[in-house]
């Protein structure tokens, strides 16, 4: 399969099947023509035009425009239109922006094309035998991707949280580690990619930790969403990343940064050069008769 099958896999997006999104005149996102219609029946928050949806309600706060369109996401999902809220909210920013436009629950960001931001923790062990890196088999009952393998602790980061505060939380949830652990993780940087979905469009960066651990640590999962951990030789995280689909579809981008990182991925493999490139795409540009 190689590396590269893996970040073309998360980065399958064709813009031509989509219309921005704006708020307050400034792109947020990008939604699929047969959702803007469905956005028609609402005229009073959305406009739109067979060329871009508008939020008409950019005059009001954040909050109250936010509840504004949940309020029109739950009318579509009793309808049967779309499924449930996942209960955690993201913020709408603009490209180069920093102050959100609008919250909108995680399960929704895609209609909207909404970036999305998390958080993903490489946890590895020097042994006398090697590097070696813990690796969590998520739960049969998740709903993305039951039963697949993943990074140590991963999660998205909702509105209300620091990254800090987030990656502590996360790291306890799913790994049972103490928070005075988790804060020695240190961001070695982020991969992007940008993907579409039975919902819409995911373009989604994440953050990325290495946390050193203590030979005696063993993670224990706290929230039921990871069955089982496994403490694996680098080398074969790497051969079952380059050789299987076992992982979480971007849990592979994460560990190929690692693997490059660490030298375990060097100028002398046929896709050193791709995959640093690769794994940091800029957003594709929609058809210039959209913009």
Not at 45 to 63: D, E, K, M, P
Not at 119 to 126: D, E, T
Not at 153 to 171: R, T
Request: aromatic share 10%.
């Amino acid at each position: 399969m190689g590396f590269m099958h893996h970040v073309a896999a998360c980065n399958d997006h064709d813009a031509s099947g989509f219309i921005p999104f704006a708020i307050e005149n400034q792109p947020v996102g990008r939604v699929r023509p047969a959702f803007a219609g469905l956005l028609r029946s609402w005229p009073e928050i959305f406009s739109v035009t067979g060329q871009a949806v508008a939020l008409n309600c950019r005059g009001s706060g954040l909050q109250e425009r936010s509840a504004l369109v949940a309020g029109v996401l739950e009318q579509l999902i009793a309808q049967g239109v779309l499924g449930q809220f996942h209960g955690e909210r993201y913020a709408a920013v603009a490209e180069g922006g920093r102050e959100p436009l609008l919250l909108i629950d995680r399960a929704m960001a895609p209609c909207f094309g909404i970036r999305a931001y998390g958080q993903h923790v490489n946890g590895f062990v020097r042994t006398g035998a090697g590097l070696k890196m813990w690796i969590g088999r998520r739960a049969d009952d998740r709903r993305h991707f039951p039963g697949r393998l993943d990074n140590l602790a991963a999660g998205g980061l909702p509105y209300g949280l620091s990254l800090v505060e987030n990656l502590a939380k996360e790291c306890w949830e799913e790994a049972g580690i103490p928070a005075q652990l988790a804060h020695q993780a240190t961001p070695v940087g982020a991969v992007t990619y940008h993907m579409d979905t039975e919902t819409g469009f995911k373009p989604d960066t994440l953050f990325c930790y290495d946390l050193e651990l203590p030979e005696e640590f063993v993670p224990r999962c706290m929230d039921g969403e990871v069955q089982s951990f496994y403490l694996w030789p680098v080398e074969q995280v790497m051969e079952l990343v380059k050789h299987s689909s076992e992982f979480k579809l971007n849990c592979n981008l994460v560990i190929i940064d690692f693997l490059i990182r660490h030298g375990y991925i060097g100028p002398e493999d046929e896709e050193y050069l791709a995959l640093l490139e690769a794994l940091h795409p800029p957003m594709p540009p929609l058809p210039r008769h959209f913009l």
